[in-house]
């Protein structure tokens, strides 16, 4: 039995607090996160990723190839998986705090600019070649003394921007072949390179090949590096913003407070404020760090946490938290948690942990990714053997053109990208909707759901019961019923706890010790008070512990007929009377219900309240199925009942009793005003104490997975039609080759493409039921 929270005190210490039993997780909250430089495909992600679980105390490792940084769990150190990195062929540094990411974002800008030079340099010499070559047709013969002067000069000034403006990919290439590895930077260094050095063969040695092949290909590898890098450029551009979500969150926590110290005011770096510090917040601005208010009244906007836009008021004994809104009074408050402890560092860090994680389609499409370059590369010689040896003259230009394509073309970025960039987007707009999803196969299960298991109380009902009525047998005393009860339930943390404790001390009863105190979680409690065994529980309880409530049956069923919770009370072995304590239901519940219907969900409640009191809020709301007395034990052996006859089931909750049903669910909701227990059991993290974010998260789920499929099926195809076209298999029926330099456009622009889509899903709008 567990306590909710109250609304506008909720969320965050809830979530954040230290787990009692937590989920499994290939992520730890402990876990090291380090920036990669250097990747540039699914091959190499493969690569960091292999590298770094081989070092010892290392338990999992998962590369983020859009944001190009690693997450590693285990007991390894920093500087070990540091070297580890750089002994595979990449740079790396360990990533600590927001001035870490402010620098990392300050790289990735530098880079973006160096890769826009690095287009212009090789523009520079690709533009008057290609006019030159192909529009005016005013370039000298290679064979002709002039013509070989101006192609070994152009040769010359070609390798100037391969060093220039591809030596990255021939570096990268170097890297990965010295560890027995092939990635992109593989296919463009040796198409380029190939392009190159047959150029200057030419060039140099024009008689040595026959006459219709003394052709220089110095344009091709000019454009095709002028183009790749400006495609790297648009895609770094593009991937910037599928990170929003994390900027915005970052740029939440103000850089000072105000704190008081000696008396006086001042304003210090955010870094400096310490724990127990006394801070104050004037109207306008954001808290700076958690904390409970000690002093003074207001309304705070928590809408970044929650997606809620109605203020929450605060006042003395009130839990304020960081990055929130002041609006309109100023609080003297303590701070409780600074620096990562504080909940919009944690939920930076969940946020982060998801986007890092990889659901099964995406597993897949690394494995095929993994594979792909060296599969590319037998193509590409088998291509050109097939044209060297059976194609027409001049058959070495028509080898060296078809197998540079193939090279060109089929690198697999579009293929690396199109899931994890979607996952990115989806994961920080959830956050955004106040949906906190632990791990992209929640995201990617949420879509796939059939049937949802709703809990009760609190969260199907408010979480907020009260005692509606007392009822005495005969020659009892109301007082004496509820006194009993109260001086029981003074040992939980129940809700139903919470109102028979409200309406004892409003009645200002005077409660006695009771000793002996036992909970039997999901059933009841009993105990000693004074000389009289007490049992508090549903009528259930009292038949197994021998208490008959026959003379009684007729009243509970009643009550419970209303929605109401019938608590019996008995001592020593009789019945003395009854608490009905009544918890509303939800606003809005029966729209939620209906829009889940509508998109064709089974919805069922299972409670361990009475049948009757279960039926009736079922019934109020148009719920379908209902199972009630249930135990905890019962909760999880229904969800995996309705696993077995093939549902993809979630269950919502929000109590300790939740969690192992939580848990055994496909995908499991934890209301956020609910316990540290259900929040670490769970898939996903409502922040909103409503079910419109179980709607919400569904609709981002289907749109997510729907992205993805379309960014794979986009990428699968480009490359299924892109390489046998760039090999030639159109020549034969319509005499038509792919150049070089469309197959690079055509390769730099579909990483663009998919990256261009997934963030379509920043426009994602769900519908609202309220």
Excluded at 208 to 218: N, T
Excluded at 283 to 305: C, F, N, Q, T, Y
Excluded at 429 to 434: D, I, L, R, T, Y
Aim: charged share 20%.
């Amino acid at each position: 039995m567990v306590m909710v929270r109250m609304p506008g005190q909720v969320v965050v210490s809830s979530i954040f607090a230290k787990p009692i039993r937590p989920r499994e997780s290939p992520m730890s909250d402990e876990s090291i996160r380090l920036s990669v430089a250097g990747m540039s495909c699914a091959g190499c992600v493969a690569a960091v990723e292999e590298a770094l679980r081989r070092v010892e105390g290392v338990q999992e490792a998962t590369v983020n190839f859009v944001e190009h940084t690693a997450r590693v769990t285990g007991t390894a150190p920093p500087e070990r998986l540091v070297e580890a990195v750089r002994q595979a062929g990449y740079e790396a540094a360990e990533l600590r705090g927001l001035a870490d990411e402010a620098d990392k974002e300050a790289m990735e800008m530098a880079h973006y600019r160096k890769r826009l030079r690095m287009t212009g340099v090789a523009a520079l010499l690709a533009v008057p070649l290609m006019l030159g070559e192909m529009v005016f047709h005013v370039l000298p013969p290679i064979d002709t003394p002039a013509g070989q002067v101006f192609w070994l000069i152009t040769g010359l000034l070609t390798l100037g921007v391969l060093i220039y403006s591809g030596g990255h990919f021939f570096r990268g290439a170097w890297s990965a072949f010295r560890h027995h590895q092939a990635n992109m930077d593989t296919l463009i260094a040796l198409g380029t390179g190939s392009a190159w050095l047959y150029s200057m063969v030419v060039a140099l040695f024009p008689d040595s090949v026959p006459v219709l092949a003394r052709h220089a290909y110095f344009e091709a590898a000019v454009v095709i590096l002028a183009l790749i890098n400006l495609g790297g450029a648009l895609e770094m551009r593009a991937r910037g913003k599928t990170s929003e979500a994390i900027k915005r969150l970052l740029g939440l926590q103000p850089k000072t407070a105000r704190v008081v110290r000696e008396g006086k005011e001042i304003d210090v770096p955010i870094e400096e404020v310490g724990l127990e510090e006394t801070l104050r917040v004037r109207p306008g601005d954001r808290i700076p760090v958690d904390g409970k208010v000690i002093e003074g009244e207001s309304a705070v906007d928590e809408s970044m946490l929650t997606g809620e836009p109605i203020p929450v008021a605060k006042q003395a004994g009130d839990e304020v938290i960081g990055g929130t809104i002041n609006q309109s009074g100023t609080l003297l408050f303590q701070a409780s948690r600074i620096g990562r402890d504080m909940a919009l560092a944690r939920i930076i860090e969940l946020v982060r942990q998801a986007q890092a994680s990889k659901p099964a389609i995406g597993r897949l499409a690394d494995r095929v990714s993994g594979v792909f370059v060296p599969v590319v590369m037998i193509i590409a010689v088998l291509t050109f053997l097939v044209w060297y040896n059976l194609g027409p003259s001049p058959q070495l230009s028509y080898a060296l053109v078809t197998g540079i394509t193939v090279l060109v073309i089929a690198c697999p970025c579009a293929l690396g990208l199109a899931t994890p960039i979607s996952i990115m987007v989806g994961i920080g707009k959830a956050a955004e909707h106040g949906i906190l999803i632990r791990s992209g196969d929640a995201l990617q299960q949420a879509g796939r759901l059939t049937t949802l298991v709703l809990d009760k109380t609190g969260t199907v009902t408010e979480g907020r019961p009260t005692v509606t009525a007392v009822e005495a047998a005969s020659g009892r005393n109301e007082n004496e019923v509820l006194r009993l009860a109260a001086a029981l339930e003074a040992g939980s943390n129940h809700p139903l706890a919470a109102a028979i404790l409200a309406a004892a001390e409003a009645r200002t009863l005077e409660l006695p010790k009771a000793e002996g105190f036992e909970n039997l979680t999901g059933k009841g409690l009993r105990g000693r008070i004074g000389e009289r065994e007490v049992l508090v529980g549903q009528a259930a309880f009292m038949r197994e512990q021998g208490v008959s409530e026959a003379a009684w049956a007729a009243r509970i069923e009643a009550l419970a007929g209303r929605g109401a919770t019938p608590v019996c009370v008995a001592a020593d072995g009789e019945l003395i009377g009854l608490v009905a304590i009544e918890d509303p239901i939800r606003p809005g519940m029966t729209d939620i219900i209906r829009a889940m219907h509508g998109m064709g969900l089974k919805v069922a409640l299972v409670t361990g309240d009475h049948r009757i009191t279960a039926q009736a809020v079922a019934g109020q709301i148009g719920i379908d199925e209902v199972r009630a007395e249930v135990l905890p034990e019962g909760k999880i052996d229904y969800v995996q009942q309705l696993q077995a006859k093939g549902e993809v089931v979630a269950m919502v909750g929000d109590g300790i009793n939740d969690a192992p049903a939580l848990s055994q669910a496909d995908v499991g909701f934890a209301i956020g005003a609910g316990t540290d227990v259900a929040i670490e059991s769970a898939d996903v993290t409502l922040m909103r104490a409503s079910l419109q974010g179980v709607l919400t998260a569904i609709q981002l789920s289907r749109a997510t997975v729907r992205n993805i499929w379309q960014n794979l099926f986009g990428a699968f195809i480009y490359n299924s039609l892109g390489i046998p076209v760039a090999a030639g298999v159109l020549y034969p029926a319509l005499g038509m080759l792919l150049n070089p330099m469309i197959g690079g456009a055509a390769m730099a622009f579909s990483s663009v493409t998919v990256v261009t889509n997934a963030n379509r899903l920043r426009r994602f709008t769900p519908d609202r039921v309220q």
